[in-house]
């Protein structure tokens, strides 16, 4: 089946560094990646749809500049938190689209990463 | 609006006993209805997935069921086990544009105990 692999799984860095999340798609190619966010006992909030070879189309109320994201392949995705600071210490997600057939989109997701900013 | 609502909020069962998660949604129009289960400090993994046309899935002890007249969806664990705790997320997807959009529902977190 298809495997959605993220990195790093945690993260520590300090207020004011960048932070890279990389999310690769091993087994397919995605055209499509996802990125969410999650608070404590809350559902995944959707922050950007990714395209490869395209700009990423953010959710309202995303800071663009704020969290990049680059889609340079078929098969890898990142997510950079830039200028970090301890607010935005949360656990992110991502998602890859693929053709799974059966006239639907299968939607697999990585194992998560958790960021704390200290 | 879209929405996905899930009840109820949290479960505690004993192992080896069966229970019933509920999904109510109003997604139009609607596409299709998943169900993933989330460990903590994990992502989601799918456990089925129901297109208008179906109104039963299963997967192993999971089975979803779905009621595209009432919009409801279930999703039933039987003989349940320890490692079953965990959060079980309804996902709706609507066709928007020609692209499909995701509508996550807060999830019912489940607690198995010995």
């Known amino acids: 089946g298809a495997v959605v692999s993220q990195h790093p799984s945690r993260v520590i860095c300090k207020s004011g560094t960048s932070v890279k999340i990389e999310c690769r798609s091993l087994?397919?190619?995605?055209?499509?990646m996802f990125w969410y966010r999650q608070f404590p006992k809350k559902s995944l909030m959707l922050m950007a749809t990714?395209?490869?070879?395209?700009?990423?189309?953010?959710e309202q109320g995303v800071e663009k500049d704020k969290f990049l994201i680059n889609h340079a392949s078929l098969t890898l995705s990142t997510l950079t938190v830039t200028s970090a600071h301890p607010e935005d210490s949360s656990f992110y997600i991502c998602?890859?689209?693929?053709?799974?057939?059966?006239?639907?989109?299968?939607?697999?997701f990585g194992s998560g990463t958790r960021l704390t900013v200290v | 609006k879209n929405q996905v609502e899930q009840s109820p909020q949290s479960l505690i069962i004993l192992e080896g006993k069966n229970c019933t998660l509920q999904?109510?949604?109003?997604?139009?129009?609607?596409?299709?209805l998943r169900w993933y289960k989330q460990d903590t400090g994990r992502g989601p993994v799918s456990l089925t997935i129901?297109?208008?046309?179906?109104n039963t899935k299963s997967n192993g002890r999971y089975t979803a069921t779905l009621d595209a007249d009432t919009k409801q969806s279930s999703l039933h664990i039987t003989a349940s086990q320890l490692s079953d705790s965990a959060s079980y997320i309804c996902?709706?997807?609507?066709?928007?544009?020609?692209?499909?959009?995701?509508?996550f529902g807060a999830g019912t977190r489940l607690a198995v105990h010995p």
């Open positions: 998602s890859a689209r693929d053709a799974s057939g059966g006239g639907y989109y299968g939607y697999t």
């Open positions: 087994d397919f190619q995605a055209t499509t």
């Open positions: 990714s395209n490869e070879g395209s700009k990423a189309t953010y």
């Open positions: 999904c109510n949604y109003t997604v139009s129009p609607f596409s299709n």
């Open positions: 129901m297109t208008f046309s179906e």
């Open positions: 996902v709706v997807s609507a066709n928007s544009g020609g692209y499909n959009k995701l509508i």
